[in-house]
Antibody, heavy 122, light 109 residues
Framework: QVQLQQSGPGLVKPSQTLSLTCAIS??????????WSWIRQSPSRGLEWLGR?????????DYAASVKSRITINADTSKNQFSLQLNSVTPEDTAVYYC????????????WGQGSLVTVSS | EIVLTQSPGTLSLSPGERATLSCRAS???????LAWYQQKPGQAPRLLIY???SRATGIPDRFSGGGSGTDFTLTISRLEPEDFAVYYC??????????FGQGTKLEIK
């Protein structure tokens, strides 16, 4: 079955870049019917979808308007994983970050990573 | 962007009772692209219902979803001790952005 394993630092300084990786097992990041998202959760903002990457003969990305100027999601086919980079972070970006998978163009999330608490603090 | 409002914020019930949770959308959710999730402390959300009324794999039949347009419900017919958790609705339209409700906490009375 599909499993998503997250990794990355738990503490990031303000103004720096938050970077997380999600390693995939049981599927391919290049699967033509899957999409790979990042979602975060904080007490102040609740569950917030941040963006996704997916492959349909070429790579596509969609990003939430709230982070569009600061976010990059990339796939690494050689390692079968995808990553999140969020630039210029502030304490408001402190949250639990999840990677998640959708299938067949349908945007509900049957598969989630374990979650990563990222704290933005000096 | 579609805003989802869940009610009540907290629901206090006893095991064996019936729970009804509500999710209202700020505009019509296309093709009933509405999902429900359960989340327990320290865990990722778990998909319960998709397409407003279809149970996800492995979800017991005491969980049921209904509704269309802007008004949706999640019903748990007879509460088991493991059902006490936070529940979220999510709309996933035909394309992003995907949005979630703020959650309903189901607690033991």
């Amino acid at each position: 079955q599909v499993q998503l394993q997250q990794s990355g630092p738990g503490l990031v300084k303000p103004s720096q870049t938050l970077s997380l990786t999600c390693a995939i097992s049981g599927d391919s990041v290049s699967n033509n019917s899957a999409a790979w998202s990042w979602i975060r959760q904080s007490p102040s903002r609740g569950l917030e979808w941040l963006g996704r990457t997916y492959y349909r003969s070429k790579w596509y990305n969609d990003y939430a308007a709230s982070v569009k100027s600061r976010i990059t999601i990339n796939a690494d086919t050689s390692k079968n994983q995808f990553s999140l980079q969020l630039n210029s972070v502030t304490p408001e970006d402190t949250a639990v970050y999840y990677c998640a998978r959708t299938v067949a163009g349908i945007g509900n999330f049957p598969h989630w990573g374990q979650g990563s608490l990222v704290t933005v603090s000096s | 962007e579609i805003v989802l409002t869940q009610s009540p914020g907290t629901l206090s019930l006893s095991p064996g009772e019936r729970a009804t949770l509500s999710c209202r959308a700020s505009q019509s959710v296309s093709s009933s692209y509405l999902a429900w999730y359960q989340q327990k402390p320290g865990q990722a959300p778990r998909l319960l219902i998709y397409g407003a009324s279809s149970r996800a794999t492995g979800i017991p039949d005491r969980f049921s979803g209904g509704g269309s347009g802007t008004d949706f419900t999640l019903t748990i017919s007879r509460l088991e001790p493991e059902d006490f958790a936070v529940y979220y609705c999510q709309q996933y339209g035909s394309s992003p952005p995907y949005t979630f409700g703020q959650g309903t906490k189901l607690e033991i009375k």
